[in-house]
């Protein structure tokens, strides 16, 4: 799996990075994307977000959870931790969450109906909360969680997003039952957040896995594509796949269908500054 560690891990990711060709404006798909990105800077919606996450991060209260994660039976592994672990290790910080919220709102401003999200792993719900902040009422929010006490969780933060027009669901179980039955109800969703397991090849599969899910126009969106060499070489198979384009954010990247005509395949990054 090769996992990258402390800082020379992460560093030797970073030639590569800077080598590939940057987005530039008069590319296409992903412009709007980065216009909504920077409008987002000085968003208080963001800044709102943030702040729940700041009080998760000082919380001390005992979570017992059931992980179904990488290495973990099929019926989950008990584990109990204190909420701040949880916010501080597994659940999207503002860097993340700025693009997950800008995404949203990027979609829902191209589309002429509601804007469906769909996201595998909600942990303490922030990634969650990011994405219904970018998305107007009317929108319809889809969690998966193989945990039912952070299905709950997740479910109770964003009752403020429920309030305010967003139908929210969030499924309890592992991937492997609760994705079939979502494949099976003919939903549709216009953005995907992949932040269930992180591991290559459950990410391959779960790409596998949602291609039926996946409404015109979809934009994906692929957490800790750096986190092992293995999540690496997933995310550059899936994202230079015949048809795809990616935009590597770095810790993310975000896949969306090329346009067959004039638009260049294969992967590109943001600017440092842009990064997640
Ligand atoms: C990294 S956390 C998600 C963080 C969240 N998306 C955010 O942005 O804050 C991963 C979550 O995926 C869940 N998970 C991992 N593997 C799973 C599986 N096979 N089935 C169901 N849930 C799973 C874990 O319980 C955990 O809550």
Not at 54 to 67: F, G, H, I, S, T
Not at 187 to 215: K, N, T, Y
Not at 226 to 254: E, H, N, P
Request: a positive charge; one cysteine or more; hydrophobic letters at 40%.
């Amino acid at each position: 799996m090769n996992r990258t560690l402390g800082l020379w891990g992460w560093s030797r990711w970073l030639k590569r990075w800077f080598a590939l060709p940057l987005w530039r404006q008069d590319l296409g798909a992903f412009t709007a994307h980065l216009r909504n990105w920077k409008a987002t800077g000085t968003d208080s919606i963001l800044r709102e977000v943030s702040n729940r996450d700041d009080a998760l991060k000082q919380d001390k209260q005992l979570l017992k959870w059931r992980d179904f994660g990488a290495g973990c039976p099929p019926e989950g592994s008990p584990r109990t931790d204190e909420i701040r672990k949880l916010a501080g290790s597994a659940s999207s910080d503002q860097r993340k969450g700025r693009w997950l919220m800008s995404v949203v709102r990027t979609v829902a401003a191209q589309k002429r109906r509601e804007v469906r999200i769909l996201e595998l792993g909600t942990c303490l719900g922030s990634g969650s909360d990011y994405l219904a902040s970018g998305a107007p009422a009317g929108a319809a929010y889809h969690g998966l969680e193989g945990s039912e006490v952070l299905a709950d969780f997740t479910r109770r933060r964003l009752e403020r997003h429920r309030a305010r027009g967003v139908r929210v669901a969030v499924g309890v179980g592992p991937f492997s039952q609760t994705l079939p039955v979502l494949v099976g109800s003919e939903s549709r969703f216009d953005v995907v957040f992949l932040d269930g397991c992180h591991e290559g090849g459950a990410l391959m599969q779960q790409w596998h896995d949602i291609q039926p899910l996946l409404a015109d126009g979809f934009v994906v969106i692929v957490d800790d594509i750096r986190w092992s060499s293995d999540m690496f070489q997933a995310w550059t198979a899936l994202s230079s796949s015949k048809g795809i384009m990616g935009i590597d954010l770095f810790r993310m990247g975000v896949v969306t269908a090329s346009d067959p005509v004039g638009q260049p395949q294969g992967n590109h990054r943001v600017s440092w500054l842009c990064r997640a």
